[in-house]
């Protein structure tokens, strides 16, 4: 049985992570000498949204305008990254208890593969860098999929960027537990060295459409449901990517499989995404028809002195 992770904004909050609500909010700060924007983004779903829209715009009509406006949001945006991964340099211990069967590293190192939404650093400053092995698995080590850093990003893991490697030739070292960050990542650039491999807005499909290394990575997680008999934990994901939905939703149907999701917010997760949810005739996504073994005490919580909670978590991997 092929176990799974999955890995969302709300995982990197244990740590100080910001929520997309919480980007939302820092931006309406930082965008006080543009109002026209700053309400704009103020009255919108998100943050994401409002950045879709000037995208678009750009792209549609490449003017200076058009140009500053769409700065005027991915400026602070990257600058939210840049906050959030000096922060992560910071942190002494990344597990939240002495016990090292409760070592958030041992627990990451017993699934056969993580796919992460997140684009910050924390898993490339406080898991990848690790000394191996960890857990059950027995892993050498831990290898981003698709891209090779150049530089040293164990010692310079802010200032290292990552470029697309020859994935198709190379897919996985043996015996390195491989890593997919579906999104892309602040530091990671194009095959042309220059421009960004990080999606953001609300139409993220395509935007994976134009990059050959995001296809070739969210086609493996569609593939690992089709192709292996898999269980998924899901992390501090909040089912706002209709893309990841989707491949979840059509695997589960064609076949299905066990889920877990440590979530505090429960079912009430879907009540954020969907559009249906103030209308008064409430439509499920389909997602919402999966069953879901919910874990909503706080992960700080379970990894430290909720046994509980811990050993419920546990029982994924019996």
Not at 172 to 182: E, G, S, T
């Amino acid at each position: 049985m092929t176990k799974i992770l999955l890995l969302g904004a709300g995982f990197s909050k244990n740590w100080g992570g910001l929520l997309a609500d919480e980007v939302t909010e820092y931006l309406v700060q930082k965008l006080q000498s543009n109002p026209i924007i700053q309400k704009k983004l103020y009255n919108s779903k998100g943050f994401e949204d409002t950045y879709q829209d000037l995208l678009d715009e750009f792209v549609k009509s490449p003017t200076p305008e058009n140009k500053s406006n769409f700065e005027a949001i991915s400026v602070p945006v990257r600058e939210i990254f840049s906050i959030m991964n000096k922060s992560f340099l910071k942190i002494s211990n990344f597990n939240f208890s002495q016990d090292a069967k409760k070592s958030i590293q041992n627990f990451l190192s017993r699934f056969d593969a993580i796919f992460t939404l997140n684009q910050d650093l924390l898993l490339e400053m406080h898991y990848m860098g690790n000394q191996f092995p960890l857990g059950g698995k027995q892993w050498d080590g831990a290898q981003l999929i698709g891209m090779y850093p150049k530089g040293d990003w164990r010692s310079n893991p802010l200032e290292t960027l990552w470029m697309p490697t020859d994935f198709h030739s190379q897919i996985q070292q043996h015996r390195f537990q491989p890593i997919y960050k579906l999104h892309g990542s602040v530091n990671w650039v194009g095959e042309n060295g220059v421009d960004s491999t990080m999606i953001i807005g609300k139409d993220k499909f395509n935007q994976i459409g134009n990059s050959h290394v995001l296809r070739f990575l969210n086609g493996q997680f569609f593939n690992i449901f089709h192709q292996k008999e898999v269980k998924l934990m899901m992390i501090g994901y909040g089912f706002g990517d209709d893309h990841i939905n989707s491949m979840i939703t059509s695997a589960y149907d064609n076949k299905p499989f066990e889920i877990h999701c440590i979530n505090p917010d429960g079912k009430n997760s879907f009540l954020r995404v969907n559009n249906t949810a103030n209308t008064g005739i409430y439509v499920p996504q389909a997602i919402e028809q999966i069953p879901i073994i919910w874990h909503t005490r706080n992960m700080s919580s379970i990894f430290d002195n909720d046994e509980i909670g811990f050993d419920k978590l546990n029982e994924f991997f019996n």
